[in-house]
């Protein structure tokens, strides 16, 4: 993908860049200290694996920062060959040529917009199988007592899909494990855990698959 604009806002000491356009060949010049570095660095929030912290924020700008705006957004061009390579993965959806890419205040997710290209909610089911599983993990824990809940390690369900089964299977049983020993005496929180974890076995393909499709797209 090609950058071809972007725009900075309320981003430590810039309030707002402007759009800013991208040619083939770009030089990105000002005088010291004027703020190119940020700018640059705020880019690299468009990288997924980056996160935005409260203290990226401009602290001048606590009014604005009330409500959501975009604190960095950049739209994309693709190539042929990028175009090529969704179409064989999703031949449902018109051709995809450009993307914007955006991440807000408010929302620590990276978000994707493809102006009139929509995808539906079914087509969406595969494709957010490992999302939609972790989810379903996270709104089950929140329903469980404090005393449990607060000696649970989450990390495994926040991050990235497992690179293999054995890798899912040994983290999986693991927290299986703590659940029945921190739950001994909750039978009903036992109960509704065997529901999602003996779900699981047929599963896990689909959610490897469903996330490297939207890893493609995305």
């Not at 064989?88 to 955006?102: D, L, S, T, Y």
């Not at 089911?125 to 989450?154: G, Q």
Request: contains cysteine.
């Amino acid at each position: 993908m090609r950058l071809r604009k972007f725009r900075v806002s309320a981003f430590r000491c810039i309030h707002d860049s402007g759009e800013i356009k991208v040619g083939d060949l770009a030089a990105f010049v000002g005088r010291n200290e004027s703020g190119k570095t940020t700018i640059l660095q705020a880019l690299t929030l468009l990288n997924k694996e980056e996160g935005l912290s409260e203290l990226d924020l401009c602290d001048e700008m606590t009014e604005e920062l009330k409500s959501e705006i975009n604190v960095v957004e950049g739209e994309f061009e693709l190539s042929n060959h990028e175009t090529h390579l969704i179409k064989e993965k999703f031949q449902a959806i018109p051709e995809i040529k450009k993307v914007r890419i955006f991440r807000t205040n408010k929302n620590p997710k990276i978000q994707y917009d493809f102006g009139n290209i929509r995808i539906s909610e079914e087509e969406n089911k595969a494709l957010n199988s490992w999302e939609n599983f972790t989810e379903n993990v996270r709104s089950f824990v929140d329903t469980i007592p404090n005393h449990i809940r607060i000696r649970l390690d989450m990390k495994f369900f926040e991050g990235a899909p497992p690179a293999s089964r054995e890798i899912f299977n040994s983290e999986m049983a693991e927290f299986n494990n703590n659940i029945r020993v921190l739950a001994a005496e909750e039978k009903q929180v036992i109960f509704e855990w065997e529901k999602i974890y003996n779900s699981i076995g047929t599963n896990f393909d689909n959610m490897l698959v469903g996330t490297t499709e939207r890893t493609l797209l995305f």
